[in-house]
Every structure is written in structure tokens, then in C-alpha cells.
């Protein structure tokens, strides 16, 4: 019988997403189904969302977000969809027809007060025996990371940001 893992991929540096990803396209070799909930990043179209429509039946792929909730300027919208998005990660963990669930973003959620860590923390503890879950984000609290069995934090060094390079289609989106 599968153990299944908590992970927990944080940290300031790039690819916590990518990360996750990697592990789903690792389950979906295995034949096993994948559901990926996106909770902050809804506002452009993907790369992995593009292809994840033409890979498999076993994936699923849910973009919950209406992108970066600092730079919103309707915070309760960003609340109730927020909470939309949790109430799905939910249902999808109880089901447990998913061998791995990754939940991106997520501690945004917790940090933004927009979900309750204690039922985050709740609902992963009792997640099913066999289920992979993967949360990714910045600013993990201490409780997920006591929590987790993996945590990888990604620490930035150096980024084309900051001498002026866009987000590049195809390489970070």
C-alpha cells in the first residue's frame, strides 16, 4: 500500500509550480490521476493549462483565481473565489479519486486570512491513506511545515526580473 506524502514546496524562489508539475506528469506515467487546483493564477492562460487539456483523461485542471490578489482591488471577490477554490480542494480530497491532488498556491489563502489554516491543516491530516497532496506558495506557516512529511523551500538568487525581463510565454507561465 502507498503512503501518501505531504509536500510542501515555498519559498521566494522560482519553481514551486514547476516542481509540483513535475511530480503530476510522474503520476500520470504511472497511469494514475492527477488533479491540479490553482487557487491565485486565473487571470492569463498557461502553458501547463494548454497542454493538460490535450494529455490526458487522468488530469484535471482548475483554475479557481483571478490572478495576484496583492494587486486586487476587490478583496472580498478574491475571498468568496478563494473559498470556492477550498471548498472544491475539499470535496476532491474526500472523494479520493485522485492518487495525487496538488493544491498551488494555497498558502496564500492561509495567509491572507481568505481560509482557515486550522481546517487546511484539518483537511490534509485526514486526507486519504494513499493520496499524494502537493501545496505550493510562498510563506508557508510553521504548523503546514510541522505538518508536511517533504518541504523543499526554493530560495532566489537571481532572477531576470531584476535586471528587467519579462515573465517569458513558455519558460515561466
Known amino acids: 500500500m502507498t503512503k501518501g506524502i505531504l509536500a510542501v514546496f515555498t519559498g521566494n524562489g ?35 493549462q494548454l497542454f493538460a487539456k490535450n494529455i490526458s483523461p487522468l488530469i484535471e485542471f482548475h483554475i479557481m483565481g483571478k490572478g495576484f ?33 496538488i493544491l498551488d498556491e494555497l498558502t496564500y489563502l492561509i ?20 493520496m499524494h497532496v502537493v501545496v ?3 510563506h508557508a506557516s510553521e504548523k503546514l511545515i510541522d505538518l508536511a512529511d517533504l518541504v523543499t523551500e526554493m530560495v532566489e538568487i537571481k532572477h531576470p526580473f531584476a535586471n528587467g525581463t519579462a515573465a517569458q510565454k513558455g519558460f515561466e507561465f
Not at 495567509?111 to 494513499?130: C, F, I, K, Q, W
Open 136 to 138: 505550493t506558495g510562498r
Open 69 to 101: 490578489t496583492w494587486k486586487s482591488e476587490n478583496l472580498a471577490e478574491d475571498t468568496a473565489l478563494a473559498q470556492k477554490g477550498w471548498q472544491l480542494a475539499v470535496e476532491t480530497i474526500e472523494k479520493n479519486e485522485h492518487h495525487l491532488v
Open 111 to 130: 495567509r491572507y486570512n481568505m481560509v482557515s489554516e486550522d481546517e487546511v491543516l484539518r483537511v490534509l491530516s485526514r486526507r486519504p491513506a494513499g
Open 14 to 48: 522560482k519553481g514551486k509550480t514547476t516542481s509540483a508539475l513535475g511530480i503530476a506528469f510522474r503520476a500520470l506515467g504511472h497511469g494514475h490521476k492527477v488533479c491540479v487546483i490553482q487557487f491565485i493564477k486565473g487571470n492569463w492562460t498557461s502553458g501547463e
